[in-house]
């Protein structure tokens, strides 16, 4: 289970809260009885304003405070418009909602919901400190050379999906005749194609969808994890991108001719198609999933049908049962 869901980062009801119809002296007796930042006030279980312990005591140390706001409703002087998110948001995002908030209002506590029902509230503190802890493993997993998550990511991504019982695909994406590329044409080059994948990863999933997971598992493998409904569309477009884009990555004379000078196995010199793509397709769309592990087995099994195609090509397995299995291969050709 990945770990940046704003509502782990604390338990159920762990805020105090309070009902609209509470008077103004009830919070204040709250405050003064307990040492805490925040109160949220709600509709019934639904939060609609929060109290800030700092602000609410300003206006009742203002002239004529006391006698004017003690006796009133909590409406009156609750923030009727604070931030509220929901349990399953990214930590990330809501970092960036907080920083973006109006100076007076960026240190108020925030208030998570789930099923729009209050769960609980978390102070700005906390909330940093999970977001620079969470960076420090990010950059320890990620990718030395592309930046991307890595192994551990990814399998916390597909756990994740798994065990919430999301409809998703996992593209298991590696390039063809890469170490004929960096053989022929050194490592700093290869370390530039790879670079120019993931970016052509990124761009092509993320236009797609805002929400798609790329990764790379390390060499010239990498994941794309998205809903079903896109994953093809987003195989087209990797396809059709990184064909476009490969070619500044080789020497007109074999852009020329279509392939390169490599050695083989047996350290003959043989002909080498240039470098091209090839995408396996692992989805639960059709048949459950019932671990990361088994991810990895069907990647590997779809790669080696996937990689007997010439050029580009993506290939998604649609068997629904035991006995009747239909495969799709799709081939996008070299523009």
Do not use: W
Request: hydrophobic share 35%; net charge positive; charged share 30%.
């Amino acid at each position: 289970m990945r770990l940046d869901k704003v509502g782990l980062l604390s338990e159920k009801n762990n805020g105090f809260t309070t009902s609209k119809n509470a008077k103004t002296k009830v919070l204040v007796n709250i405050f003064n009885e307990n040492n805490i930042q925040s109160i949220v006030v709600l509709d019934k279980s639904k939060p609609i304003g929060l109290v800030m312990r700092d602000k609410l005591f300003y206006r009742l140390g203002s002239r004529f405070g006391y006698n004017l706001y003690m006796q009133k409703s909590i409406i009156e002087v609750m923030d009727s418009n604070p931030l509220i998110i929901d349990y399953n948001q990214s930590i990330f995002e809501v970092s960036k909602l907080v920083t973006e908030r109006s100076q007076e209002n960026i240190y108020d506590s925030v208030i998570v919901t789930q099923n729009n029902d209050y769960y609980s509230t978390i102070s700005i503190k906390d909330l940093l400190v999970e977001v620079s802890e969470l960076k420090v493993k990010e950059a320890r997993d990620a990718n030395p050379l592309t930046g991307l998550p890595g192994n551990n990511s990814i399998k916390m991504e597909i756990e994740e999906a798994i065990d919430e019982e999301k409809k998703f695909s996992l593209l298991y994406i590696d390039l063809d005749n890469f170490k004929a590329y960096n053989d022929n044409y050194g490592y700093q080059k290869g370390d530039e194609v790879l670079q120019f994948t993931a970016e052509v990863l990124k761009r092509s999933a993320l236009k797609v969808s805002e929400n798609a997971f790329v990764g790379h598992v390390g060499g010239d493998d990498f994941v794309v994890i998205i809903e079903t409904k896109n994953d093809e569309k987003v195989a087209d477009k990797i396809i059709d991108s990184f064909d476009k884009g490969i070619k500044k990555y080789f020497k007109p004379e074999d852009l020329e001719k279509g392939h390169f000078i490599c050695y083989n196995r047996q350290h003959e010199i043989v002909n080498c198609p240039l470098t091209s793509v090839s995408i396996a397709i692992v989805t639960n769309e059709f048949k459950k999933i019932e671990s990361h592990v088994e991810v990895s087995d069907r990647a590997a099994e779809l790669k080696k049908i996937v990689k007997e195609k010439p050029g580009s090509n993506y290939f998604k397995n649609r068997r629904q049962k035991k006995n009747n299995a239909k495969h799709k291969l799709c081939k996008k050709l070299k523009v």
